[in-house]
Structure formats: structure tokens, C-alpha cells
């Protein structure tokens, strides 16, 4: 596979192999294919990433924003979810 980067994104990477902290290109590109990989996972259904949706949340109880909840639909939410997730 061959990937074209910007120059910025080029220079980017060369820095980091430069740094020492990576022995090639090829190990820079894979750690950030599976950090982009795992920003997916915790993302909600709507594509908000999960800390996010965590601190509105918050930020809304603090408000008085809340309401009534029943735990049972949330972990019957929570088994779609994962069922999802496993499927991709």
C-alpha cells in the first residue's frame, strides 16, 4: 500500500522517527491508524466522542438538566451497543 501525505503531514512524521521514539515511517502511520481505531470505539451512536458526551452530561446535571431513568433499558442500550460494536 502506498499512502501520499501532505508536506506538513511528511515533515510530521520524519520528526517523529527523528525523535527516536519510532524506528521507521511505518511504525508512526500505525500507531496513529490505531489511535484513529480507538477514537472510533468510543464514539456514541451519533458520532459524539464519549468523553464529550460525558462532560455535556455532566454539565447538564449541573444545571438541573436531568431526568427519570430506568436502569433496565440502560444496560438494554448498552447490549445493543456492544452488539454493534462486535459486528463492525
Known amino acids: 500500500m502506498n ?3 501532505s508536506t506538513d503531514l511528511e515533515r510530521f ?3 517523529k ?3 527516536g521514539r519510532y524506528a ?4 508512526v502511520v500505525t500507531r496513529a ?3 484513529l481505531r ?7 451512536p451519533n458520532g459524539e466522542l464519549m468523553p464529550s458526551a460525558i462532560q455535556r452530561g455532566i454539565e447538564q446535571a449541573d444545571r438541573g438538566e ?5 436502569s433496565e433499558q440502560i444496560k438494554k442500550m448498552g447490549r445493543r451497543l456492544l ?6
Open 3 to 5: 499512502v501520499s501525505l
Open 13 to 15: 512524521v520524519k520528526g
Open 17 to 19: 522517527v527523528k525523535s
Open 24 to 27: 521507521s515511517a511505518s511504525e
Open 33 to 35: 491508524l490505531r489511535l
Open 38 to 44: 480507538e477514537e472510533d470505539r468510543i464514539r456514541t
Open 66 to 70: 436531568t431526568a427519570r431513568w430506568d
Open 83 to 88: 452488539v454493534a460494536s462486535r459486528s463492525k
